[in-house]
């Protein structure tokens, strides 16, 4: 059993159509534009005691196989997909401690406009607001905000670190009590407590200060997910919560010990970030009827590789569809995703493309878990207490209402009964409820 609880959180593969043709996902694809299962989703995994949300997003229709959209448009791959900020705003309203944590791109927005409307979802949570910082991975997004495609990988993230500079300035532009409200005075607010910060740098400018006044944690939450080795870097320096998605315990613990040796070398307190580690575990009644799922989510790949072809295709910006799926993978290289390529790689060995996929789209994510409730439960438990921490993110490829109770009403208890997860919550703010333990 771990020493301490670790923290759960949920990873939301974008907004709108989820699971769509999947058993007991309802009418979602009647009923999507109106948000109401994800309001449902935020609910249900506070009451579960979650840390956060987070919205993962894409701001492009794919086109990554056989150079067609048709593949994506047909089975409804990541499309339709809704400005996450807005479905975070009515998370927001329906919750009261769980951090919400919206996707904004670093290309696709200027680090004003993030500063000011993630310091809004702040405001207006309560303290609960946060950003997944991300630099984009596809020429195809890049192209609808008129550029030809987006910088070289390691200049995003060279850009990057100056962008999230300027955002955190802006933040810092308001004293937390900056609003003094004296009416007797007639001063609502104190000048000598907001400042401009005239920030000329290599590739973005502001002058600020922020127009929507101070956040209530300050500087809201920063979530990244550091996968390659400028990744790393950017998430040690800046991130407070990291999206984690190495393969098996000694990769969980490579990533985590090199993660907190760089924040280290920053000058960080490495227990101020919380690295949570990618999970999609099959969880049901019965050992059995687990069983027969895993082996149902195997079969549904071998039969429609050409989806997962296009969905991978779709995350490193590649299109596989000419390449012979029965010889080995071979070199492949990208200037999209390449953490998520380099897992692949990693994972496929010797294999043929075909198997490669195969596996790959039917892991469970850092491991593969498969059981009832108290099977699953355990193994997370010993998983952590080998890792050292911090936590898991679920993400689920059949997001429905029986899938989140699977988790919250099947999971989660079972993990409290063991006390590896908290069972309430001691804090309003975001960043409170993740340096908790």
């Known amino acids: 059993m771990a020493s301490s609880p670790f923290h759960l959180a949920w990873f939301l593969q974008g907004s709108s159509i989820q699971a769509w043709g999947a058993p007991f996902s309802g009418n979602i694809s009647e009923e999507w534009m109106n948000a109401s299962m994800f309001v449902d989703l935020a609910r249900n995994i506070e009451r579960a005691g979650f840390d956060y949300l987070l919205l993962e997003d894409s701001i492009y229709v794919g086109q990554n196989w056989q150079n067609s959209r048709d593949i994506f448009l047909k089975n409804g791959m990541s499309i339709p997909r809704q400005e ?38 702040d405001q207006i949570s309560g303290g609960r607001g946060g950003w997944n910082m991300v630099t984009g991975s596809s020429d195809f ?28 300035q802006l933040w810092g532009t308001w004293d937390a009590d900056a609003i003094i409200a004296n009416r007797t005075s007639g001063v609502l607010i104190d000048p000598s407590k907001v400042r401009t910060i005239d920030f000329k740098g290599q590739y973005y400018a502001s002058r600020g200060p922020l127009n ?44 985590r010990d090199d993660v907190r040796r760089l924040m280290a070398s920053y000058g960080r307190d490495p227990d101020s970030c919380k690295v949570l580690y990618l999970l999609s575990p099959i969880v049901a009644a019965t050992r059995e009827e687990a069983q027969i799922r895993a082996q149902r989510r195997r079969i549904d790949a071998e039969t429609n590789l050409d989806v997962r072809l296009a969905q991978f295709g779709w995350i490193t910006n590649l299109d596989l569809s000419g390449v012979d799926l029965d010889a080995p993978v071979g070199e492949l290289t990208t200037n999209g995703h390449q953490s998520s390529l380099a897992v692949f790689l990693k994972r496929a060995g010797n294999k043929t493309l075909r198997e490669a996929m195969v596996s790959y789209s039917t892991s469970g ?20 207490q080998e890792v050292g921490g911090d936590g898991f993110l679920f993400s689920l490829g059949d997001v429905s209402r029986r899938s989140v109770a699977e988790i919250t009403d099947g999971l989660v208890p079972a993990l409290q009964q063991r006390g590896l997860v908290r069972t309430g919550y001691a804090h309003q703010h975001l960043r409170d409820t993740l340096l908790e333990f």
Request: proline share 8%.
């Open 365 to 384: 994510g850092c491991m593969d878990l498969v059981g009832t409730p108290d099977d699953v439960a355990a193994q997370m438990g010993e998983i952590m």
């Open 141 to 168: 997004a890049a192209q609808n905000f008129g550029m030809d495609a987006l910088p070289p990988h390691d200049k995003r993230y060279e850009m990057a670190h100056e962008f999230i500079d300027v955002v955190k």
């Open 212 to 255: 929507s006044g101070p956040a209530p944690q300050g500087s809201p939450v920063i979530a990244q997910a550091g996968g390659s080795g400028p990744g790393r870097a950017i998430a040690a320096k800046h991130a407070d919560t990291i999206v984690a998605a190495p393969k098996g315990i000694d990769g969980m613990k490579e990533y």
């Open 84 to 121: 996450p900020t807005v479905i975070a705003t009515l998370m927001a309203q329906a919750t009261s401690r769980l951090g919400i944590v919206p996707t904004l791109s670093t290309f696709a927005y200027h680090p004003y406009l993030v500063a000011r409307i993630v310091g809004t979802l």
